[in-house]
Structure formats: structure tokens, C-alpha cells
């Protein structure tokens, strides 16, 4: 079975509107990677400051093989440069970091269920 990878970032509360508009202009290059299946972008709603990056791929090297892509480089580095013309620097938001952490989960599917199923 796939899976999955949340990237857990902290991010304060000043912060989530621009998280949110990085991740609208992540120009779609993780869709055309091989092996991968799922993404969502899951925002906290009550007791927490992370947000959730959630991915599903078919195997852990397709995962790996993700992260040393061009693609991979290349919006992250689209990210860091929108952010420095905007005059905040590498990694940096409006008023600051976007993200103040993150941390890598991996889990195996081991069961799913879709409505209907």
C-alpha cells in the first residue's frame, strides 16, 4: 500500500495567511512526480499552531526520489526568491518567517476507506 508524509509546520498565528498563499502558488510541480498520489494542505482550527502538509505516495523511494528532484528544488528556491523581491528575505513572509519549524511524520497505509466503499 502507499505512504504518507506530513511535513508539521509551526507556524504563528501573524503567519497563516502567507503558509496559505506560498502553498496557492506552488506552481503544481509535486503533481507530476512519479509514484505520487495525494496532496492536502490542512490548516488548525483549534488547539494547535501546526499545519499540516500532507502527502501520499506509492513507495518510500518514490517519496525520496521526490525530494531530489529538480521539481523539488525548483519551487522551493521559486518560494525563497518571491520572498526575497518581496523584501523579506530567504524563507521569510510578510513580517517574518512563514514557519518557525518543521518536522517530517511517515506513516504506512495500512487501511482505507472512501465514502461509499
Given at each position: ?27 503544481g ?67 517574518g ?12 497505509v ?8
Amino acid at each position: 500500500m502507499s505512504i504518507v508524509k506530513f511535513n508539521v509546520l509551526t507556524v504563528p498565528e501573524d503567519a497563516g495567511t502567507t503558509l496559505e498563499e506560498r502553498f496557492a502558488k506552488r506552481a503544481g510541480l509535486v503533481e507530476n512526480a512519479e509514484g505520487f498520489e495525494e496532496f492536502q494542505l490542512l490548516r488548525p482550527v483549534e488547539g494547535t499552531d501546526k499545519y499540516l502538509v500532507y502527502t501520499r505516495w506509492r513507495s518510500e523511494a518514490d517519496f525520496q526520489n521526490w525530494l531530489q528532484s529538480r521539481a523539488f528544488q525548483q519551487g522551493h528556491a521559486e518560494a525563497a526568491r518571491d520572498s526575497a523581491q518581496a523584501g523579506h528575505g530567504h524563507g521569510h513572509g510578510q513580517g517574518g518567517p512563514a514557519a518557525t519549524g518543521s518536522e517530517i511524520w511517515g506513516f504506512e497505509v495500512i487501511q482505507h476507506v472512501k465514502a461509499g466503499e
